[in-house]
């Protein structure tokens, strides 16, 4: 199966949704395609799993993302932990996934200098990056949430939006502002990107750092 899979994802650029599928498979899949080096994306809900070969724009929207993130901690000094797309999963609520990017700010005290997580015990990035530019089968958000990541920064393609978990409810309601960062609204990061095609990315970087400063 694990082969079939590979070359669907590597071949189609629609997503690909296996229904019915073991925790065990789902993890022996992890293993197999990243020793095969193969870059895909999997979110597995109870037995949902969906695999997502990664397109060149949704690469750039979430690096450029990711690096503005990264500036505008290191502006204001915040100690951030990046941990890119690594792969997030609780067996025993059967949720798991990759985000686009994620950083621990908050509680980046808690996981410093660690390697290896397990969310039994050990806390979620405390920020997602979610590039969502074509249609998911599979419900992300209530992943994320299963996971337990508080905050999520979604670009569409054409704005960002911050959804903040909330306690009560176990799911996720938009907001104005960041809580890994209450002085921003993700919103304005959208000029940025929409001169991603008229500049160089160190020189957008040179802005958003400039704009950081700004907004002190």
Not at 67 to 74: K, S
Not at 80 to 104: M, N, V
Not at 127 to 151: M, Q, T, W
Request: charged share 30%.
């Amino acid at each position: 199966m694990t082969t079939i899979v590979q070359s669907e994802v590597r071949d189609e650029v629609e997503p690909l949704v296996l229904e019915g599928v073991s925790w065990e498979t789902y993890e022996s899949l992890i293993n197999d395609l990243e020793d095969a080096g193969q870059h895909v994306r999997m979110t597995y809900d109870e037995g949902r799993m969906c695999l997502v070969s990664a397109l060149p724009k949704h690469e750039k929207w979430k690096s450029l993302i990711g690096r503005f993130v990264e500036a505008i901690a290191d502006e204001r000094d915040i100690p951030i932990s990046t941990f890119g797309s690594t792969t997030w999963k609780r067996r025993d609520r059967k949720k798991g996934l990759e985000p686009d990017e994620c950083f621990y700010v908050q509680r980046e005290l808690q996981v410093r200098g660690k390697l290896d997580f397990d969310l039994r015990r050990d806390p979620p990035p405390d920020l997602a990056i979610e590039v969502d530019i074509r249609r998911h089968p599979v419900d992300r958000f209530a992943v994320y949430a299963g996971l337990g990541i508080p905050e999520i920064w979604n670009f569409n393609g054409k704005t960002i939006e911050t959804f903040v978990l909330s306690e009560c409810t176990g799911k996720y309601h938009l907001a104005e502002t960041s809580v890994a960062f209450p002085f921003l609204k993700p919103a304005d990061l959208k000029q940025f990107l929409d001169r991603y095609s008229s500049t160089d990315q160190n020189s957008l970087m040179r802005e958003v750092r400039a704009w950081t400063r700004l907004t002190r």
